[in-house]
């Protein structure tokens, strides 16, 4: 952290919560547990690992469910930084929301709302009626998608910090 920036990010812009978490873990970053997979990244108190197997969302899902995690929810500004950071391949990547249930009503796939979202322009479409399923462009930002779409190459695994 420098000139009260972590990289792009203003500090200042951030909630107190993220400010103390920042802070901490800038003083003392966690060490990757045994169970946590080479190449997961840390952020906010959560594991997040990019596993490049092209499926279908909900099968995505089933797979992050096995690896005892979740498709990724993205809830503060620093963790859209981290997606930042993850998505900077020219892949599409699964996440954790979906308005499968009532449309337009996005929730995360543990049924919690989704709150922040970083939508990219005219997203979401549902176009065809069909796009249920948030994935998430080069550069982070999301896009509704067939729960099918060909274009997805992998998705984002999210696993709850324990020691």
């Known amino acids: 952290m420098k000139n009260g920036k972590h990289g792009e990010l203003d500090v200042s812009e951030l909630s107190l919560n993220d400010q103390q978490y920042l802070k ?19 952020q906010s108190g959560k594991w997040f690992l990019v596993v ?22 993205f809830e503060s500004k620093l963790e859209i930084e981290l997606l930042e950071n993850l998505a900077i391949q020219k892949n599409y ?26 939508w990219d322009g005219g997203q979401p479409s549902n176009d065809g009626k069909r ?27 999210q696993r709850e910090h324990r020691k």
Request: hydrophobic content about 30%; proline content about 7%.
């Open 52 to 73: 490049t197997e092209k499926l279908t969302w909900k099968d995505a899902e089933r797979k992050a469910r096995k690896m005892k995690g979740q498709l990724a929810k």
């Open 93 to 118: 990547f699964w996440i954790g929301a979906t308005d499968e249930d009532e449309e337009g009503v996005w929730k995360w796939s543990d049924g919690t709302p989704v709150r922040t979202s970083h």
């Open 131 to 157: 796009e249920h399923f948030a994935s998430v462009r080069p550069g982070r930002k999301w896009n509704d998608s067939r729960e099918d779409s060909p274009s997805i190459t992998g998705f984002i695994v």
């Open 24 to 42: 901490g873990w800038a003083t003392n970053p966690p060490k990757r547990p045994d169970h946590v997979p080479e190449g997961a990244y840390f």
